[in-house]
C-alpha cells in the first residue's frame, strides 16, 4: 500500500513500532533490503514508533506517538495485525486459543466441524510448532485437505507452506516459516536486488526466502519437505546449486 501510493505521488510516512519492516516474518537482512528499495521510491520509515493518538476535528490530521512526535495526515491507514474471530467456535465449544484449533484435516475438536484458514490453529508438519497462518495459499490447502477427509479421498502429503508478496516491483517469495532463532544464511548478493536468504534449523533446510529470482524457490520446496541437511558454506555460495549443498546421508 505504501509503494503504491508513493508511485501516485503521495507523501508517504510509515510509523513501524518494531525496529524493522516484516520482522516477524522474514530476517534482518531481507527487511533492510526492503526498507532501502522502498526508501529509493520516496516511502518514508520512522521505526520504534508507537502510536498513541489520531487526533482531528472533522477527521484524522495526525498521528502522535510516545516519543511525543506529531506526524500530519491527510490520510492514515492502520496495518496492525488482526485477531481470529473464533467467538462463534468457542459459543460451540471448539477448542480455541488465539485460533480455532484444527488438526491437519481441518476437523476441530467436535469430530463434526471443520475450520480452514486464518482463523485456525494447527501443528506445522516441518518442527510441529503451533501455529496460524494468514495467507491465501493455507487456506486454500487446508480447504483441500478438508475437502478429501469429508469425502473419504486421500489428500496426499501437506504442502509446504508458502507466501509470496509484490513491492515496488520486486518479489519476495517464501517457502515453508521462519523462526527467529534459525541460522541465517545469505546466497548471492542483495545490492543486486536478486538473492536468497535461507533458514536452517538443527542443521536442516526449514524455510527459504527468494528476492528478486525463483531459482531457489522450488529446489527449497523440496528440500524442507524432506527435512535435509545442508552444509552452510556450500549453501553460502550462490554459484552452488542448493541441491548440491545437501549433506550425504551417513
Ligand atoms: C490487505 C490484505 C492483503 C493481503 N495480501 C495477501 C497476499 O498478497 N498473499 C496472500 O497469500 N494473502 C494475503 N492476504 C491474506 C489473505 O487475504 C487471507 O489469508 C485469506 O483471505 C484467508 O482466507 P479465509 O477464507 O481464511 O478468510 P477470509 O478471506 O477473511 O474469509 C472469511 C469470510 O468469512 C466471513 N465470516 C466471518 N464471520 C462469519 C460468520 N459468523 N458467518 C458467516 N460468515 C462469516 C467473512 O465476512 C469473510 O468473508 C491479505 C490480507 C489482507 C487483509
Known amino acids: 500500500m505504501a509503494a503504491a501510493a508513493a508511485a501516485k505521488g503521495c507523501d508517504v510516512t510509515v510509523l513501524e513500532f518494531q525496529d524493522r519492516v516484516m520482522s516477524r516474518v522474514t530476517s534482518a537482512s531481507v527487511s533492510r533490503f526492503f526498507e532501502q528499495l522502498h526508501g529509493r521510491n520516496g516511502v518514508r520509515f520512522v521505526f520504534g514508533a508507537a502510536v498513541t493518538a489520531v487526533e482531528g476535528s472533522q477527521r484524522a490530521e495526525r498521528i ?42 481441518g476437523l476441530t475438536s467436535d469430530p ?11 501443528m506445522s508438519t516441518i518442527d510441529g510448532a503451533s501455529q496460524r497462518l494468514e495467507c491465501i495459499q493455507n487456506a486454500l490447502a487446508q480447504a483441500d485437505r478438508a475437502a478429501a477427509h469429508i469425502t473419504g479421498e486421500d489428500a496426499g502429503e501437506p504442502e509446504i507452506p508458502w ?25 548471492g548478493a542483495p545490492a543486486e536486488g536478486k538473492f536468497s536468504v535461507v533458514y536452517l534449523r ?20 523440496k528440500l524442507i519437505a524432506h527435512k535435509a541437511r545442508i552444509d552452510p ?16 546421508a551417513a
Do not use: M
Not at 538443527?202 to 520446496?221: E, Y
Open 64 to 105: 502522535v506517538t510516545a516519543d511525543g512526535s506529531v506526524h500530519p495526515a491527510d490520510v492514515v491507514l492502520a496495518g496492525i495485525g488482526v485477531v481470529p474471530n473464533q467467538e462463534l467456535a468457542g459459543a460451540a465449544g471448539l477448542e480455541c486459543r488465539d485460533g480455532i484449533h484444527v488438526d491437519g484435516d
Open 112 to 122: 463434526a466441524i471443520y475450520a480452514v484458514g486464518d482463523v485456525t490453529r494447527f
Open 163 to 187: 507466501f509470496w508478496t509484490v513491492q515496488q516491483g520486486i518479489r519476495l517469495q517464501t517457502a515453508g516459516v521462519r523462526h527467529p532463532e534459525d541460522e541465517v544464511i545469505v546466497r
Open 202 to 221: 538443527n542443521g536442516c533446510l526449514a524455510a527459504v526466502d527468494t528476492i528478486g529470482s525463483l531459482t531457489d524457490f522450488r529446489p527449497a520446496k
Open 233 to 248: 558454506l556450500l549453501a553460502a555460495d550462490p554459484g552452488t546449486r542448493l541441491t548440491d549443498a545437501v549433506f550425504a
